[in-house]
C-alpha cells in the first residue's frame, strides 16, 4: 500500500466536511477499495455515507451508489465474500456479464463522432478520451450491474441520493467528461449513471442516456479528484486502485508495462491532488503497493484473485492511514 497526504495532522472529524473519491479500477479495484473502505471509516469517525461529497468512477460508482443506500463496509465485505446480501446479485455474477476478458468486439470504430469533433475543435477533446474513440466497439452488456443498483434503488428508482454523488462518466460523442448529480449535468437515473461510468470501451456497449451515447468515466480521469478542487471541504480522502505510487520491480515485459501504466494514472492523480490542495483541502491518497500488486496481478477483471485482493487491501490501507497520520 502507498499514500500521498498534504502536510498537517490528522484530528477529530467532527464538524469537518469531508469528501471521498472512489477510483476505477474493474472487479478487482472494487474489490481492494472495498478491502479498505472500513480502515477509512475510522479515520472519518463517522459513517462514509454520510461524506459530505462521494464521487465514484467506474468500479467505484458501484461502491458510492450501495454507500449511499445505506450499506456499509461491513456489508460490501460480507457481499464480496459471498454473503446474502438484501437480495443483491452475488459479487460473481458480475463477471458473468463481463468475464475475465472482452468478447470479440464490432469491427468499427468506437466513436466516429468523437474524432469528428477532435478534428473540427483541436485541444477539445482529452487526448485520453480521443484516443478510446478508436477502441472497437464492445459487446457485452451490464445486465447484473444495472439488477444490482435498480435493486438499491428500489424504495424509489427515481430518486438520487440526497447529499452529493457525483458519478462520473464520459460523453461519447463529445469526448468531455460528464458528472452525473451535479448542478448543471444531464439528468439520469442512479443505475443508468453507474451503468454509463462502468461501460468500459472495446468492451461493453456505451450506455445511451437520453440522446448520448456515454462510456466508463476512466477514459478520461482514474478518479477525478481535480473535481474537488474548488476548496469546499475541509479533507479528502481517495481510494485509487489503478494508481501505484510505489511498486514492485518485476521482470517480465507485461508485468513492468502494467506498473508504468500505474505510474502513469499516479501521476495524473498527483497532479489533480495539487489542485485541491492549493484550494486549502487536505488530500490523503492511497493507491495499491506491493503487496496489494501481488495479490491483484495483471488482470483486474479476474475475479478469482477477489478474495485474496480484498484480504490484503484490509491489511495494507491500514497500515498506510497509520503512516498518513
Known amino acids: 500500500m502507498s499514500w500521498v497526504t498534504s502536510e498537517g495532522t490528522v484530528s477529530a472529524m467532527a464538524g469537518k466536511r469531508v469528501g471521498l473519491v472512489l477510483g476505477a479500477g474493474?472487479?478487482?479495484?472494487?474489490?481492494?477499495?472495498?478491502?479498505?473502505?472500513?480502515?477509512?471509516?475510522?479515520r472519518i469517525g463517522r459513517p462514509l455515507s454520510q461524506a459530505d461529497v462521494i464521487i465514484g468512477t467506474s468500479a467505484g460508482s458501484i461502491v458510492a451508489a450501495a454507500l449511499r443506500h445505506g450499506f456499509t463496509p461491513s456489508d460490501l465485505i460480507a457481499h464480496q465474500l459471498g454473503e446474502d446480501a438484501a437480495d443483491l446479485p452475488g459479487a460473481h455474477e458480475f463477471e458473468h456479464d463481463s468475464g475475465r476478458l472482452p468478447p470479440p468486439p464490432r469491427l468499427r470504430l468506437g466513436s466516429a463522432r468523437m474524432l469528428a469533433t477532435a478534428a473540427l475543435a483541436p485541444h477539445s477533446v482529452h487526448p485520453q478520451a480521443l484516443a478510446s474513440a478508436f477502441v472497437p466497439q464492445g459487446r457485452s452488456e451490464h445486465h447484473t450491474l444495472r439488477r444490482y443498483v435498480n435493486t438499491l434503488v428500489s424504495d424509489d428508482p427515481q430518486a438520487w441520493?440526497?447529499?452529493?454523488?457525483?458519478?462520473?462518466?464520459?460523453?461519447y460523442e463529445r469526448g468531455r467528461r460528464v458528472v452525473f448529480g451535479r448542478p448543471g449535468s444531464p439528468p439520469a437515473r442512479l443505475p443508468d449513471a453507474v451503468v454509463a461510468s462502468c461501460s468500459i470501451p472495446g468492451w461493453h456497449r456505451p450506455a445511451t442516456i437520453g440522446d448520448r451515447r456515454y462510456v466508463d468515466?476512466?477514459?478520461?480521469?482514474?478518479?477525478?479528484?481535480?473535481?474537488?478542487?474548488?476548496?469546499?471541504?475541509?479533507?479528502?480522502?481517495?481510494?485509487?486502485?489503478?494508481?501505484?505510487?510505489?511498486?514492485?520491480r518485476p521482470r517480465r515485459p507485461s508485468w513492468r508495462a502494467e506498473r508504468l501504466m500505474r505510474q502513469f494514472f499516479a501521476a495524473q492523480l498527483d497532479a489533480e491532488r495539487r489542485k485541491v490542495e492549493r484550494a486549502g483541502t487536505?488530500?490523503?491518497?492511497?493507491?495499491?503497493?506491493?503487496?496489494?500488486?501481488?495479490?491483484?496481478?495483471?488482470?483486474?477483471?479476474?475475479?478469482?484473485?477477489?478474495?485474496?485482493?480484498?484480504?490484503?487491501?484490509?491489511?495494507?490501507?491500514?497500515?498506510?492511514?497509520?503512516?498518513?497520520?
Open 161 to 171: 441520493p440526497t447529499r452529493d454523488t457525483w458519478i462520473v462518466s464520459v460523453d
Open 26 to 42: 474493474g472487479t478487482l479495484g472494487a474489490a481492494w477499495t472495498i478491502g479498505g473502505l472500513t480502515a477509512v471509516e475510522e
Open 217 to 248: 468515466g476512466g477514459v478520461r480521469s482514474s478518479a477525478s479528484l481535480d473535481l474537488l478542487r474548488a476548496g469546499e471541504l475541509d479533507e479528502v480522502y481517495v481510494l485509487a486502485p489503478m494508481a501505484s505510487h510505489r511498486t514492485d
Open 282 to 325: 487536505r488530500v490523503v491518497v492511497l493507491t495499491p503497493g506491493p503487496d496489494d500488486l501481488a495479490a491483484i496481478g495483471l488482470n483486474l477483471m479476474d475475479g478469482r484473485r477477489r478474495h485474496e485482493v480484498l484480504r490484503t487491501a484490509q491489511a495494507t490501507v491500514p497500515a498506510a492511514l497509520r503512516v498518513a497520520a
